[in-house]
């Protein structure tokens, strides 16, 4: 160590650098055991961030997350995944026919999708609820991916330019995932989720309302305030499309609406009526792919109204995807819009449903899922697929219990594949859009949500209108970028502005309001103060924090301020703390001595002294003394910021000569921070010692705890119940006449009194005016603003 520290000073000397280190300004005292603290070091963060045999034999491992649970399986966990396991795959074989046309797709693609999604998952799985597969929004995207292609490159097919986008998506979000990265998602806010699915869903709906009413002669992928006014434009084109799909529509409503009644009716049957609604899709597709079969069977070439028509057996279009700079640079521009809905589809749907079943999701854990998924399930024909939320519900009502799951949903993909091709024939197109509509306005936020957010953050509902108004007007990757970058700029803002606070101090105690026994008034109760609560309290001396404006609030001492800081400090609010402190000190206080001023023409163009200041005039404000800065809410100090406290702090000590002011730290809970303000200067008493001179002169405050044992708090508190009388100071010592020299190297150097009440330092004393609370820090700055 002392090595290391040598070689640290002389490197430090030869670029010029004046280190102000100064741990062996230490005091020595008899009763308690110091603490020298040290500062971290480049080494240990590299050592931290070094991975080790363990760390990647644990990495590994917790990227098939099955291992850790797969060899506890049991029957009764078997039960509750076949039940949701063939819940899903009922209800997923027909969703998964319906978002293939949003895709631009055959339905068969959909199929594809839907067996590679829950079959792969489950092996990289950290939720045992979501389900992977086709979903409404990103199937619109890939549908909008896959006509602008075909503009660009008509000669490939649209499945193959939809394989190549999970290529290219699944590749991305598995880096992410892999390389640990799965924090950035919170990064998209709520407001921008919410937005994003309410204007998705109006977007699909929109185009789904001319497949519903057989109207032919709409685009659908134009904007959708122009797919809503062609599509009613063109209402008298109607056909008998409409009445199955409208009738295919109420029925699901009214299944769901009947089934939701009786289970809040028939309590006890609950469950029943929830296994009907949850399978109304596969009724009432089975329904009416019966009556189409019925009234088209005799002349099938040529149907009454839309019909699905070949769906192949098995996978027919299984093979290698074909992925090359033509196909990708055709859709370059939707690659970050597509990867961003298809993580906000899956780690939003994967988190709310972990809070509510009580586990954690890893999200890194979760990219790699999806990514895997994306990667190989092109291989037989997939587009890119991501969490479902209506799945996911359904699952996990049914009583999921593993990930497993999947592989049984994915074997009843597998039997409709090769079993009901001939089915799948008679489906109306019109069915599968009532299908896509009902499902998807189940994700539009109800006004109640909204009026929540403004309960919450209202400038938060503006982002929320503009994502919605942006994608019904424009697009969804436009709505996207429109949230995300709002949200951003909202909290850069934030961050700009951040104020902070002034503190005074009140004095404080704990009240109990107890019943009035002989109280003529029923529930009055009287406060009842508790004298051993009676504390020093910290509050804005403005009253902006929203106390009682009643509550007196005194400064701590004449020329001792106390300042906190909002939202952190760096770069780009230090600039405006340090003006806004600056400010309120010059405001309050007044030049130590006026002579400095000067003439008028000595001065610098911006001072603040008024033109005709005289040195005799009396000015009853304070000097200022002392700065007290409460670290609480700052996690991590830049250059920028150490910057601009070094020249306050020149600036206020030119304010305040001859004297210094004293710059006091409170609740520094970074050890980083603790060396950046150390290498500013900070940290130390001012101006520095002189040589041999010890900290005789003045007071060292400190916090101090015991260690335990016989001598321990605890035990004293039980001496003094049995009648033993037991005194113990832990709040402020004078050290005088100390000037003992103690070595900076370690605190093992630092000598213990066998014999003391086992107490000791909390926080290292070779850093005095960095103090463990407020409390500790108005001590100090006030014991040595007397003493001067």
């Known amino acids: 160590m002392a090595t290391t520290l040598a ?15 100064r741990d062996d300004d230490v005091p020595s005292i008899s009763n308690a055991d110091l603490f020298i603290e040290h500062e971290p070091t480049v080494g240990e963060f590299l050592a931290e961030i070094t991975p080790t045999a363990d760390g990647i034999v644990r990495y590994i491992s917790n990227l098939f997350p099955f291992v850790h649970w797969i060899g506890k399986y049991n029957l009764v966990w078997f039960i509750g995944d076949l039940i949701a396991g063939v819940t899903v795959g009922a209800v997923v074989v027909p969703q998964g026919m319906a978002y293939a046309q949003l895709a631009q797709l055959p339905v068969e693609y959909g199929l594809y999708t839907s067996f590679m999604g829950v079959l792969l998952y489950w092996f990289f799985a950290t939720s045992k609820d979501i389900t992977i597969g086709p979903v409404a929004v990103m199937s619109q995207v890939t549908g909008d991916v896959v006509l602008k292609a075909k503009t660009q490159i008509p000669d490939v097919q649209g499945h193959l330019i939809a394989s190549a986008l999970a290529i290219i998506t699944g590749t991305i979000i598995c880096f992410l995932g892999l390389a640990r990265l799965g924090w950035l998602v919170e990064f998209i806010p709520l407001p921008a989720i919410c937005a994003f699915m309410t204007g ?21 992928r134009d904007a959708p305030y122009m797919v809503i006014i062609n599509t009613l434009k063109n209402l008298a084109s109607t056909k ?75 996978f027919q279009h299984a093979a290698v995807p074909q992925v090359n700079k033509r196909i990708i640079s055709s859709f370059a521009s939707e690659i970050p819009a597509a990867v961003i809905v298809m993580l906000i589809e899956h780690i939003s749907i994967s988190k709310s449903f972990g809070r509510i079943n009580n586990y954690v999701i890893d999200p890194s854990q979760e990219l ?36 497993f799951a999947g592989v049984i949903t994915a074997l009843v993909v597998l039997l409709a594949l090769y079993a009901l091709p001939a089915v799948f024939y008679y489906i109306p197109n019109a069915a599968l ?11 539009i936020t109800p006004p109640k949500v ?18 919605v108004l942006v994608t019904i007007f424009s697009t969804i990757e436009n709505g996207i970028y429109t949230t995300i970058g709002v949200s951003a700029a909202v909290l850069v803002w934030r961050l700009f502005l951040s104020r902070g606070r002034v503190l005074g101090v009140a004095r404080i105690r704990t009240a109990r309001a107890d019943q009035k026994q002989d109280s003529k008034h029923p529930g009055e109760a009287v406060a009842e103060e508790s004298d051993e609560s009676l504390r020093t ?10 106390s009682n404006p009643r509550v007196v609030v005194r400064s701590p001492y004449p020329g001792v301020f106390i300042y906190r800081f909002a939202e952190g400090f760096n770069y780009p609010n230090a600039g405006l703390y340090m003006n806004d402190l600056t400010e309120m000190i010059f405001k309050e ?19 603040p002294t008024p033109r005709n200041h005289k040195v005799d005039e009396v000015d009853h404000r304070p000097t200022l003394k002392a700065i007290i800065l409460d670290f609480s809410s700052v996690n991590n100090v830049d250059v920028t910021a150490a910057q601009a406290l070094i020249d306050v702090r020149n600036q206020l000590d030119r304010y305040a000569a001859p004297n210094t002011v004293d710059w006091h730290f409170a609740n520094i809970e970074n050890r980083w921070t603790k060396r950046a303000l150390a290498a500013a200067g900070f940290g130390y008493r001012s101006p520095k010692p002189s040589p041999g001179e010890g900290p005789s002169h003045w007071k060292t405050i400190f916090s101090i705890a015991d260690l335990g044992g016989s001598d321990s708090a605890a035990k004293a508190a039980e001496a003094a119940e049995s009648g033993d009388k037991a005194e113990q100071s832990v709040k402020e010592y004078d050290i005088e006449n100390a000037g003992s020299d103690i070595s900076r190297l370690s605190d093992k150097d630092v000598p213990r009194n066998p014999g003391s009440a086992r107490l000791v330092a909390v926080q290292g004393l070779n850093r005095p005016y960095f103090h463990f609370d407020l409390q500790e820090a108005v001590e100090a700055a006030i014991a040595n603003a007397e003493r001067e």
């Open 7 to 21: 070689i640290k000073d002389r490197l430090a000397k030869a670029v010029g650098y004046d280190s102000d280190d």
């Open 200 to 220: 998705s869903a109006v977007n699909i709906i929109a185009g789904q309302v001319s497949k519903l009413m057989g109207i032919s002669g709409v685009n659908t």
């Open 240 to 314: 008998l499309d409409a009445a199955l799909g409208l009738t295919a529509l109420l029925m699901l409503y009214l299944v769901r609406g009947v089934c939701s009644y009786m289970s809040k009716k028939h309590p006890h049957r609950a469950k029943t009526y929830f296994f009907i609604s949850t399978l109304r899709t596969v009724f009432v597709i089975l329904l009416y792919t019966a009556i189409s079969a019925g009234v088209n069977v005799s002349h099938k070439k040529k149907p009454s109204f839309s019909l699905i028509m070949d769906v192949p057996r098995g």
């Open 368 to 403: 790699v899922a999806i990514g895997v998924t994306n990667l190989l399930a092109p291989f037989l024909g997939a587009y890119p697929a991501t969490g479902s939320f209506s799945r996911t519900a359904i699952k996990s009502k049914a009583g999921v219990r593993t990930p």
């Open 433 to 443: 859009a009532a299908v896509i509509i009902h499902a998807v306005g189940d994700v």
């Open 450 to 467: 909204i009026f929540q957010f403004w309960r919450v953050s209202p400038l938060e509902v503006p982002i929320f209108l503009a994502g």
């Open 537 to 546: 309290g910290f509050v804005p001396l403005d009253h902006e924090d929203g």
């Open 589 to 607: 206080t007044r030049r130590t001595d006026p002579g400095t001023v000067g003439k008028l023409g000595d001065r610098p163009w911006n001072d």
